[in-house]
């Protein structure tokens, strides 16, 4: 998957929302070839592909194994228990590849319309059967503290607001431009909701009838290998990813950071930081579009007139404040921090 070096993104998103068709002008040539360009610097040589299980490993719930310290250091996922390795999760997995129909191909010659139609409703039975699957097994969370318990795809150019649970699905005959599209949307996602550490985005290959699962994060893209879906093999690969992704219960385990709601944060405050205050955001004063990197953005605070005021300790004079109780900071945010 790596390697992207030119041509045009795809047009499916508009027949995929019945929008009109219109000719490109020369100004719409050039932003789309400079945006193509901007991703391929970020990603062409920074994409990575993996088996269905060990992307599920990843994106499993997971906790570190008994007898490893996780606090203060990076703790390698080989030292995690992970939901997808246990007993239930196998169970559960059997059980939907047992109900679950393969995808039926559409004939040649069908409109682009019903090709969305037909995968959309795949997707959401797959969906379904899975949930179904966890509600007959106990130690998974209760439909109602899912995260993606009323999850909806959605084919088409628009970014929905971040507190509306959907996963876009890209279609089309090339990965290349499938890739490079939905690359174009993680962005703009990143954009939508900054506290985001990674993107979620399907691309479906109507050619091949294979479906792979991208992950778009600070490190550039790491994607599932693609499977076909009309066979019970590949079904069962698809099927794992949909079943971690159901088995999520936090914000945290779906990548959001905590801290911030992206109207309010709980910023740190007293003496040894075991306390919080509540903070509005007044405004964004920079926000950069991008995949890779720190993805660093300014926001304009608010803090309560009633804060109490905190003396910095000696010795880190260069973190005090010059006029402590301001009621109004301006606060940065680096997702690799």
């Not at 971040?162 to 939905?182: D, F, I, S, Y």
């Not at 990548?255 to 944060?265: E, F, K």
């Amino acid at each position: 998957m790596s390697g992207y070096t030119s041509g045009r993104f795809s047009s499916d998103h508009r027949t995929a929302r019945n929008l009109p068709e219109r000719v490109p002008t020369p100004s719409d040539l050039r932003l789309q070839s400079r945006l193509e360009w901007e991703i391929v610097e970020e990603i062409w040589d920074q994409t990575f592909s993996f088996p269905s299980l060990e992307l599920a490993r990843v994106l499993s719930p997971k906790c570190p194994k008994p007898g490893v310290e996780a606090a203060g250091k990076l703790v390698p996922l080989s030292q995690h228990d992970c939901m997808v390795d246990g007993r239930l999760f196998k169970e559960a997995l059997d059980d939907v590849v047992a109900r679950l129909e393969v995808f039926t191909p559409q004939t040649a010659g069908v409109d682009k319309s019903t090709v969305y139609r037909g995968l959309t409703e795949f997707l959401a039975e797959c969906v379904e059967t899975c949930h179904d699957a966890l509600d007959k097994r106990h130690g998974f969370p209760p439909r109602r503290e899912r995260w993606y318990r009323e999850l909806e795809f959605t084919v088409g150019n628009s970014v929905e607001p971040p507190h509306k649970l959907t996963l876009h699905v890209e279609v089309g005959k090339e990965w290349r431009n499938m890739v490079l599209q939905a690359a174009t949307r993680a962005r703009r996602l990143f954009s939508a909701s900054p506290m985001q550490t990674f993107a979620l985005v399907l691309a479906f290959n109507r050619e091949s009838n294979t479906l792979r699962l991208l992950v778009f994060h600070p490190g550039g893209l790491t994607a599932s290998e693609e499977y076909d879906i009309t066979g019970h093999d590949g079904l069962k690969e698809i099927t794992r990813l949909f079943l971690t992704l159901v088995s999520w219960r936090t914000a945290r385990e779906a990548g959001a950071i905590t801290c911030c709601s992206g109207d309010t944060y709980l910023l740190p405050a007293g003496q040894e930081g075991t306390g919080y205050v509540s903070a509005v955001v007044e405004g964004t004063l920079y926000r950069p579009h991008c995949i890779r990197g720190r993805r660093t953005f300014v926001s304009r605070l608010r803090l309560p007139a009633n804060v109490p005021q905190v003396v910095p300790e000696p010795r880190y004079p260069s973190h005090s404040r010059s006029q402590v109780g301001l009621s109004n900071v301006a606060w940065g945010y680096s997702s690799n921090n």
